[in-house]
């Protein structure tokens, strides 16, 4: 999955900023750099890896429970928070006690434990330390001290649902660029999108 997610995200033009593999799922924090890069990406990754899945172990059909979901995260809010919520993952789910006791996530490459070359540092990662070591040591301190409530509480709807993360002034430029929905509605007010005669930036 890792030799898969290195080829396509370099052939598609996509940053990978974070991962984690769990037993049947994954999570990743991108930034594609143009349009329909993401999708390209996830397409191919996903084709791949389930016709190597059943060559491997005998089997024949679908392997995922439908398409991947993706949401947009204000970057300066939340960005941080995400990493360390991907690092957490396999400790929430009682796999490991400590994040850089999982294998499979580039928990290690942040705290200079290993180094994951395919992985691109957001530059917000460069603004916690003048220097490696103490770009690790801080980032190691953020992920120890973990996450509020409800820091946890919106990435966890944010991931399942596929609404935009951010402050209202954040998702409301989302929507004024799209017709497309980017957070939930409330109950009883119908969604007209945007003014057809406005135009997209």
Same mark, same amino acid.
């Given at each position: 999955?890792? @030799? ?24 990743? $924090?991108? !930034?594609?750099?143009?349009?329909r890069a993401l999708p390209l990406m ?17 089997? !024949?059909? !679908? ?7 993706? !949401? ?7 960005? $941080?928070a995400c990493m360390a919520y991907i ?10 006690? &400590?994040?850089? @006791? ?21 530059? $917000? ?21 973990? $996450? ?13 649902s596929g609404w935009a993360l951010g ?9 004024? &660029? ?24």
């Amino acid at each position: 999955m890792l @030799d898969l997610l290195e080829q396509h995200a370099k052939a598609q033009g996509v940053d990978i900023h974070a991962y984690v593999l769990m037993d049947n799922h994954l999570h990743l $924090l991108l !930034t594609p750099r143009r349009d329909r890069a993401l999708p390209l990406m996830m397409q191919s990754v996903g084709r791949t890896y389930v016709r190597a899945f059943n060559q491997r172990h005998g089997r !024949t059909g !679908t392997l995922w429970e439908g398409r991947y979901r993706s !949401t947009l995260i204000q970057t300066d809010r939340y960005l $941080l928070a995400c990493m360390a919520y991907i690092d957490l993952n396999p400790v929430r789910a009682g796999m490991v006690t &400590q994040p850089q @006791d999982h294998l499979w996530s580039s928990h290690a490459h942040y705290i200079g434990l290993r180094v994951d070359r395919w992985v691109t540092p957001h530059p $917000l990662v460069w603004t916690l330390g003048n220097t490696p070591f103490a770009r690790e040591a801080a980032y190691a301190e953020l992920v120890h001290a973990g $996450l509020s409530e409800d820091q946890e509480r919106a990435l966890t709807q944010s991931a399942l649902s596929g609404w935009a993360l951010g402050e209202t002034a954040f998702v409301a430029n989302l929507q004024k &660029q799209t017709d497309r929905r980017v957070v939930k509605g409330r109950a009883g007010r119908p969604f007209s999108g945007r003014n057809p005669s406005s135009s997209s930036t």
